[in-house]
């Protein structure tokens, strides 16, 4: 095995002292004659052990180490220039030269003068006569802790690097998942916006405040009931029982908020019947007047407002009409209607209409429609026909509810429009339509009337003015308005959560005067209110929420 000559040839430059033996003894030349091995021919293990040791033996053997060579026949060389040859006589003329120590054995050695010693070279024979030569490398070892603290980091970062993977392919595990989960929840919430119910925190809230008022009742009750309080007792039970199922509900199924308002609607009943008799031994509500009948003294107090929902299409939409179609041949058939306007408060573009409440609580079966003409919030349904002031004008639309076309269009003469004699608070209602038990109305105002409120009575199927009473009441200082049994009630705000019914004006006497008549609200404004003959109930649009009031009439004598 040879050793590779470049770096002999090295060790030699670095080795300054050993150049100069190295080139008196030729060497030199017989190293660079040597072919060069590959690098892979010789580990470093090997050319490290033949380059600090050579030995040979036999006749005419050479060592070709570099660093000892040591030779056992007549005329043996070595060619090492370090270390001595030794043989049998007849070796005359032998030469070696050396850089630090010599030493020869047997007869006919030559050796030269001029030697030169080495601090790191030592030398020993051995018992069979061979000689050992050991030399220490002046160059720095190789720096094995060093390698080895490199390999324990770098193992060290390859551990943590492979923990630092695993983690990130976990996450985007977890990523896909979550996308999948987002992408199934968006699909269910479409889905609950165009078909399903979609009950909020508010619906829960609204039936709290409402539960909560109830108990404040029976508080009262009890402290100010005449009689027997075991009606009361078995109320405030009842009560009690009702805010511990809401509760319920709220964290289990919000789909069950259509039973709990029937169940609040029962217990509501029940607590006016205790009210209006707590003076009295007996608990009985005097009897109400029958459907779309006339037969009392008028309005004379409204319930506090049942809160149906908000309107279908959104928060956004504060401004429209919702009520109940009604017809004096099928007065309890009637199908419900809500017509939202855009949100620029002016435009009547889509209304949708519901064959029950049920349907429309639940947004279910929902029939909707577009026009393109409808202006206001003044909006009625009346005998399955929907009228609407007719868009930037002062005509009237009678629209067929099967057909979704205009029938009929009609002007109403003198009226104003365009905002210039609207409600308070509410804008593009100058033309106001009503129904109640005798038919269709519309309420407006006139540049000859300077403003004040005009009432006409219109035939529901030529949209014909039949007649019309001037009143003294100034239409833009009220906020709304309403007819019952052909009297016109007016109201106007108190504040934020109050409206006030204030004045009247009975077209069957041609008289009017003040009311005081509180109304609760839960918005601010108050955009339309429908009279409903048969359910003698108000169908108010307020900012966007749908509500609903019952009446309370003044009983005639028997």
């Given amino acids: 095995m040879r050793p590779c000559l470049p770096f002999l040839q090295a060790f030699f430059f670095l080795l300054s002292p050993l150049a100069g033996a190295a080139e008196d003894l030729g060497l030199w030349g017989t190293l660079a004659s040597y072919p060069s091995p590959s690098p892979s021919s010789l580990p470093l293990t090997e050319f490290t052990s033949n ?39 007849g070796g005359g003329g032998g030469s070696s030269r050396s850089g630090g120590s010599g030493f020869s054995s047997s007869s006919g050695y030559g050796s030269s003068s001029g030697t030169r010693s080495f601090s790191n070279f030592t030398g020993s024979k051995d018992d069979h006569g061979t000689c050992l030569c ?39 595990q977890l990523i896909s998942i979550y996308e999948k989960k987002l992408s199934n929840l968006t699909v269910r919430v479409e889905i609950m916006e165009k078909d399903t119910i979609s009950y909020t925190e508010l619906d829960f809230e609204l039936i709290k405040l409402e539960v909560k008022e109830m108990e404040k009742l029976i508080i009262r009750l009890k402290d100010s009931f005449v009689g ?68 009392h003294g008028g309005v004379v107090n409204i319930s506090r407002p049942a809160v149906v929902q908000l309107n279908w299409r959104g928060f956004a939409f504060k401004y429209g009409a919702w009520g109940r179609d009604y017809s004096p041949q099928n007065p309890d058939k009637g199908l419900y209607w809500v017509a939202p306007l855009n949100t620029d408060g002016r435009l009547l573009e889509y209304y949708r209409l519901y064959n029950t409440l049920d349907d429309l609580l639940l947004y279910v079966n ?33 629209v067929n509810l099967t057909t979704n076309k205009a029938d009929v269009t009609q002007t109403l003469p003198d009226a104003a429009y365009d905002n210039r004699f609207s409600y308070a608070n509410v804008h593009w209602q100058d033309i106001d339509l009503a129904v109640d038990e005798n038919g269709l109305w519309v309420i407006y105002a006139t540049e000859a009337s300077t403003g ?23 239409k833009p200082s009220v906020t709304n308005a309403f007819m019952v049994c052909g009297v016109l009630y007016a109201t106007r705000t108190l504040n934020t959560r109050r409206e006030e019914i204030f004045y009247y004006y009975d077209t069957n006497t041609g008289k009017e005067g003040r009311l005081n008549i509180i109304m609760h609200k839960m918005q601010e404004t108050v955009q339309s209110i429908n009279y409903h003959p048969f359910d003698q109930k108000l169908y108010v649009y307020n900012d966007g929420y749908l509500l609903n009031y019952d009446l309370v009439f003044e009983q005639l004598p028997l």
Avoid: H
């Fill in 228 to 295: 027997s309080s075991e009606i009361v007792d078995q109320l405030e039970v009842e009560i009690r029982n009702m805010t511990l199922l809401v509760e319920k509900l709220e964290t289990l199924d919000k789909n069950n908020v259509l039973t709990i308002r029937r169940e609040i609607e029962i217990l509501k009943k029940k607590l006016k019947e205790c009210e209006a008799s707590k003076v009295e031994n007996v608990p009985v509500a005097p009897p109400r007047p029958a459907p779309g009948s006339c037969a």
């Fill in 452 to 474: 004040n409120m005009v009432i006409s009575k219109l035939n529901d199927t030529t949209l014909a003015v039949l007649n019309t009473w001037y009143t003294k009441q100034y």
């Fill in 134 to 172: 050991s030399l220490t490398l002046p160059d720095t070892t190789f720096p094995v802790e060093r390698v080895e603290r490199l390999e324990s980091t770098a193992l060290i970062l390859s551990q943590k690097f492979e923990s630092e993977l695993s983690k990130v392919k976990e996450y985007i």
């Fill in 366 to 398: 929902a029939r909707e429609y577009r026009i393109a003409y409808g202006q206001g919030s003044g909006t009625v349904v009346y005998k399955n026909n929907m009228y609407v002031n007719w868009y930037n004008s002062r005509n009237i639309a009678k």
């Fill in 51 to 89: 380059f600090v040791s050579g030995s040979g033996s036999g006749s005419g053997s050479r060592s070709r180490a570099g660093i000892s060579g040591i030779s056992g026949s007549s005329g043996s060389r070595s060619r090492a220039g370090i270390g001595y040859g030794s043989g049998s006589s």
